[in-house]
């Protein structure tokens, strides 16, 4: 579990722990998650998460449940109130409407996929006005009270139900404020080497997934990148949690995958659909913190080539990763780097490029990548790849082509390694040496980074030198 992560689950807890949330603690809580300045991709987490410790403090005593669901309540509007801000002025403001709705929905104490689709269009057609926003939410929590018991399992059930009817009520009505990373008087990034700068961003990484909580992968058996047989019966990954694809960063990423053609040589285009997705993209990785720490530090080490501004940097992010140029032959715009290095491209009977984890799943998935075991590291300690490990290499098929060694980060956010390629591209050189802590182990690693077209990603890739615990 990432640091900011355990904070959140801490500071709930000790709001839980007495039934109750007092003005002061309020006000320290809006305190809390003002400095904690999550990224918006993780608003949903902390407000699940509010419901998720809650249900912990269950008990056959009604009263204290009461007091439970109106913490709950006012964590969540600490939440919007700092997080948050209207979408948009609607005009219904009748408490009753709302309260009688939300009765309905909670009567069963289920809400299916048929009544989810109904709350949504329900909140559209009666969008509250900038007045009543608050009520609106707190209308579901006072609807809700009705139907608690002393019956722990129903209560669980009822404070899902309430969940939904929130996450239904911030989808419609509200969206995340602007997200500036703030200044950290401790990091100097004009004396910070590439590797501090590594290291810097995988602890930004607040949307980075941790193994056998948001998935689980089984690595099997090691190899030698020569050895031609089969080392792993099953696919690499196990699972992945479904709530992960609505994250926005990881959402918007998986939108660009199926925009191109894996065979070099053949033309590339980019229709006004495709622009539109990939500014949806640039769009959210702009809203993280990695993203924002890379354009100091690029711009920090080097103020003449990159952009002063987010929106200049942005336009940069654009030209290297998008911009299409010719990787073959024949004059045909053909490739970019982002295909390259995140879908993957087939060149010459051999897989070029594809060190992308998110790619890997959806294409094991979907039954085009046979995963054939990782490639032993050189270690120190004579660390094992496992489960745990953040970065792994491997060896696979894709659409029956081989790819004999690739390296990729597990787990890792979108943002996080667009903003690490990105950095060793502007400011760095073609191997770029680093250091990497992931909490259960300790990689020595060299960012390998090529340009092409002059001014493009080429390609961009970690290569494993050690690997050994922590």
Not at 106 to 131: C, I, R
Request: charged share 25%; hydrophobic share 35%; aromatic share 12%.
């Amino acid at each position: 579990m990432s640091s900011m992560n355990q904070r959140v689950e801490s500071a709930y807890r000790g709001y839980f722990s007495d039934g109750q949330l007092d003005w002061n603690e309020s006000a320290q809580l809006c305190k809390f998650l003002k400095d904690l300045n999550p990224p918006p991709d993780l608003l949903v987490w902390l407000r699940a998460t509010a419901f998720r410790i809650g249900c912990e403090y269950l008990s056959d005593d009604k009263d204290k449940n009461v007091g439970l669901l109106r913490t709950v309540n006012a964590i969540v509007h600490a939440i919007e109130a700092t997080c948050l801000q209207s979408s948009g002025a609607g005009s219904s403001s009748d408490e009753a409407t709302f309260v009688e709705y939300y009765k309905g929905l909670f009567g069963d104490l289920s809400v299916d996929q048929e009544e989810n689709a109904e709350l949504f269009q329900f909140f559209k057609s009666n969008k509250p006005s900038s007045e009543f926003l608050v009520g609106a939410r707190a209308s579901a929590f006072k609807a809700a009270c009705d139907f608690l018991s002393g019956d722990k399992d129903q209560n669980v059930k009822l404070f899902k139900c309430v969940n939904v009817v929130v996450h239904a009520f911030e989808k419609t009505c509200l969206v995340p404020k602007p997200f500036t990373l703030q200044a950290e008087p401790s990091v100097n990034v004009n004396g910070m080497s590439l590797t501090d700068a590594a290291q810097h961003l995988w602890e930004l990484d607040a949307n980075r997934l941790e193994p056998n909580e948001h998935y689980a992968i089984n690595v099997q058996k090691g190899k030698k990148p020569y050895w031609k047989e089969d080392s792993a019966p099953d696919p690499l990954f196990t699972s992945v949690d479904k709530s992960v694809w609505q994250r926005k960063t990881y959402k918007t990423f998986v939108a660009l995958l199926d925009n191109y053609t894996a065979e070099v040589g053949k033309e590339e285009t980019l229709s006004n659909a495709e622009r539109q997705e990939i500014n949806e993209f640039l769009s959210a990785i702009m809203q993280t913190a990695p993203m924002q720490f890379c354009h100091r530090y690029c711009r920090a080490k080097k103020p003449s080539d990159v952009p002063e501004s987010l929106s200049g940097f942005r336009n940069l992010l654009f030209k290297i990763w998008f911009e299409l140029y010719r990787r073959s032959r024949g004059g045909r715009l053909d490739s970019s780097g982002f295909e390259h290095v995140f879908v993957g491209e087939v060149k010459d009977g051999d897989v070029s490029g594809f060190h992308n984890w998110i790619q890997f799943y959806l294409e094991e998935k979907r039954g085009k990548v046979d995963y054939r075991g990782y490639i032993k590291p050189k270690s120190r300690g004579d660390a094992n790849a496992d489960g745990n490990d953040h970065v792994l290499t491997l060896q696979f098929a894709w659409g029956g082509v081989e790819k004999f060694v690739g390296t990729c980060f597990i787990g890792t956010s979108p943002e996080f390694e667009i903003a690490l390629y990105t950095m060793c591209f502007l400011v760095g050189e073609e191997n770029n040496i680093i250091q990497l802590n992931t909490g259960t182990d300790v990689f020595d690693i060299d960012i390998r980074c090529y340009h092409i077209a002059r001014d493009k990603i080429g390609t961009s890739f970690p290569e494993t030198k050690s690997h050994y615990e922590a």
